[in-house]
């Protein structure tokens, strides 16, 4: 039997065949690489540090604005016997004049307290002062006596240069007497103001309970120019006992606190003035008027300390009255004296005792508060400057430096409604500048924010909705040779520069719209109608032979020929529309009915003229996200069945979204940036409204207005650094939220 044969042994497998051995790559490619990715990363560090660095400088600039007020003592000089009731000082700080409670006028070197100079302002025997007072901004000092009189003088400061050494010298007048009261009866509490012809005008309380308004009356020959002046003596009723009285420098109002906590108010043009009343809960003890006398401090036993101001008593009335505006921070005791800046709104106060608080009529607020160091302040007043305070008592004087660059300034004032002198109720203002130097700046940002959130919205309202279908259309129903012209042709509009477009918009496109605002609403109807029922009726009759001959998408050059047709027939149907809806002249109609103002250069014009700027940046960022949907997804998606607009809506246009939200991100930080456009186009009117019919303001066109004036390091100088920080902060978020949005829609959308 034989055995079997054994299996044959299977072949081994062949070895496998060596790795290759990989080329060394280069030395030089290695360095290549290597320095091109720290020039990359040095790059992208350089930016990130040139943003940071903006961002800190403009913080820089901006946090002054919002610092309080600094004083910090100078000097204390000891001056036997003083005994201050009134003080003036010179602008350098170099002398003080001091009128004591013997009527005396006394010259003070603040150096070393020496008293340089004196005067005595009473000259008759038996004649003792029963009143102090002073006009600041006039630099007088007087003083009430016991036989009916005003006694006053002026206080000049003549700076000279020695060999470049300055000398201040000052020259106290010669006295200037009003006889106020012709019985010779001892004057009470007065108010005392210097003229433009150099005499005193006064209104002063009597012996007999009245007040008497004595006034210099100064007539002018028209023919030979020669000056006659006559005093006038008029008595004013006073319901209750006068315990403050106050003369406007104009002498046009007087105002006077009584001792049953009312406000007395005289309008001094006319020919018998009677006091206006305004009942008030404790007894007045300090009035005080700020720079421009529009703002009337008024200081109450309890310690409150309000500010009142003239308001129409209705609107486009002739009438006035004072109504209390804002209430002050107190000082705890009852206010007792009253130093106005004569640089601006601002004013200190003296309290019961020792207290001192230095305050800003616009902002409301108290900037600064502390003590003196005199044991009995009596007196203080302000440097011409600002920049000091001194304050006299029994026996010194003390001075004290003021560091507040930027008092007007506060976040209320900023971003709050105001109630500004002589306006009717609190209103968001900007306006900076003004024809008087006691006007009272006004910064606020919200019209500013207002109008470049009104004009970036309106003009991406138009936008928006042409540039993505505009993108829409071009990328995926648009034949490839045509799309090699039409993309490039519109992607080239955005080098068209804002200036151009900004001339254009105001001298020939502002004027068309007002002309045809009619034709303009009919558009948005009917072109869009013209252009649906086009397509429709060519689906519809002509035949799909005839079609097929064409390139799929050149029914473009058909829609545009419409869209023009389209046009020319809005034009012609506009003056119909007008004539039956709007009575014949739409701006009139939309005053009448609306009570709004048609502007020529309005929001409008922005709109238009801005989208031909932002149109061509979302269409070419939209078309790019359009184009990069994978094509196996339009494909599989016509494979299905889907119909090509089917596919578009449900498949591209989900995909390209995240593209399409970056693309109206970045039209929306172009818009909110434009400034020429803006600033040609809109009439640059900081009005808060949200009509399409109204001017506007924006940051940016702001900025580019008010910069060349605004002297360096001043509070508007500063202002406009805030607004360039909050376009800062305000398109950083708006970039970080939309990168945000963006990333969510990738992952949502990355699974299809």
């Known amino acids: 039997m034989s055995m079997p044969a054994p299996d044959p042994q299977p072949n081994p497998a062949p070895a496998p065949p060596a790795p290759k051995a990989m080329p060394r790559t280069r030395a030089a490619r290695v360095w290549q690489d290597r320095i091109g990715r720290h020039v990359v990363t040095a790059g992208g560090l350089g930016i990130i540090a040139a943003i940071l660095g903006i961002f800190a400088f403009l913080v820089l600039e ?58 005595p302002l009473l000259t008759r025997e038996g004649v003792r002062p029963t009143g102090v007072g002073q006009d600041l901004a006039g630099r007088v000092l007087a003083i009430a006596t016991s036989d009916g009189r005003v006694v006053g003088a002026t206080v000049e400061w003549r700076v000279t240069f020695d060999a470049s050494v300055r000398r201040t010298t000052a020259v106290v007048s010669e006295p200037i007497e009003v006889e106020v009261d012709e019985s010779r009866a001892p004057v009470g509490i007065f108010s005392v103001r210097k003229s433009a012809e150099g005499v005193l005008d006064v209104a002063a309380v009597t012996a007999s309970g009245s007040v008497a308004f004595v006034q210099t009356l100064v007539e002018e020959n028209a023919l030979s120019g020669e000056r006659t002046m006559q005093r006038s003596r008029r008595t004013l009723e006073i319901p209750a006992a006068v315990g403050q009285l106050l003369l406007d420098h104009e002498r046009r109002n007087l105002y006077a606190g009584t001792s049953d906590g009312s406000l007395a108010w005289w309008r001094l043009e006319h020919e018998s003035p009677r006091p206006q009343l305004y009942p008030g809960p404790r007894p007045v003890t300090m009035l005080g008027l700020a720079f421009g006398d529009r703002s009337l401090v008024v200081g109450r036993e309890d310690g409150a300390l309000e500010c009142w101001m003239q308001v129409r008593s209705a609107p486009d009335s002739a009438e006035f009255d004072l109504r209390r505006i804002r209430v002050f921070p107190s000082l705890g005791g009852a206010p007792r004296g009253f130093a106005p800046s004569l640089r601006n709104k601002g004013f200190v106060v003296l309290g019961a005792g020792r207290e001192l608080g230095i305050y800003y009529v616009t902002t409301g607020q108290r900037d600064w508060s502390g003590t003196t160091a005199l044991a009995s302040p009596a007196a203080l007043t302000y440097t011409p400057k600002g920049d000091a305070l001194l304050v006299a008592g029994a026996d010194a004087l003390e001075l004290r430096a003021i560091e507040h660059h930027h008092p007007e300034t506060s976040l209320g004032t900023l971003f709050g409604a105001v109630w500004y002198e002589g306006a009717e109720a609190p209103s968001y203002t900007w306006q900076s500048t003004s024809g008087t130097d006691d006007f009272e700046p006004k910064l606020g940002l919200i019209p500013l924010l207002s109008g470049t959130l009104k004009a970036t919205l309106y003009c991406l309202l138009l936008a928006v909705p042409l540039a993505v279908l505009a993108a829409m259309y071009v990328s995926q129903f648009m034949h490839p040779d045509l799309r090699r012209w039409v993309k490039p042709t ?11 477009l900004g001339f254009l918009a105001a001298m020939w496109l502002a004027p068309q719209v007002e002309r045809h605002f009619s034709a303009l609403i009919l558009a948005p109807f009917l072109i869009p109608a013209l252009v649906l029922g086009s397509g429709f009726l060519g689906i519809r009759l002509v035949p799909r032979a005839v079609r097929n001959r064409f390139r799929a998408g050149s029914e ?84 299905l069945g889907a119909t090509r607009w089917q596919t578009v809506t449900r498949v591209v246009l989900p995909t390209a979204s995240p593209g399409i939200f970056s693309a109206i991100m970045v039209g929306f930080g172009r818009a909110v940036g434009e400034t020429m456009i803006v600033l040609m186009a809109t009439g640059n009117t900081a009005i808060l409204s949200w009509s399409p019919f109204n001017g506007l303001r924006t940051l940016s066109a702001n900025i580019a207005v008010e910069i060349p004036e605004a002297p360096h390091g001043s509070t508007l100088y500063r202002v406009l650094f805030l607004s360039g920080l909050i376009l800062f902060v305000f398109t950083f978020l708006v970039n970080t939220v939309a990168e945000l949005i963006r990333q969510r829609l990738r992952t949502r959308y990355a699974t299809l």
């Open 62 to 119: 901006v946090v002054p604005l919002l610092l309080p007020a600094s004083v910090a003592p100078v000097r204390a000089v000891t001056v036997a016997g003083l005994d201050a009731r009134a003080v003036l000082v010179d602008e350098h700080q170099t002398f003080a004049a001091v009128l004591d409670g013997m009527g005396r006028i006394r010259v003070v070197r603040l150096a070393d307290g020496t008293v340089v100079q004196e005067r």
């Open 490 to 500: 519109i992607e080239l509009m955005a080098a068209l520069p804002s200036v151009v």
């Open 556 to 639: 473009a050059f058909t829609f545009a020929l419409v869209v023009v047709a389209g046009g020319w027939i809005c034009l012609q149907l506009g003056p119909v529309l007008e004539r039956m809806a709007f009575a014949g002249d739409f701006p009139v109609w939309v005053r009448s009915t609306f009570g709004v103002v048609y502007d020529q250069r309005n929001t409008v014009v922005i709109a238009l003229a801005m989208s031909l700027a932002v149109i061509p940046i979302i269409f070419s960022i939209a078309e790019e996200a359009f184009t990069n949907v994978p094509r196996n997804l339009v494909s599989g998606s016509l494979a």
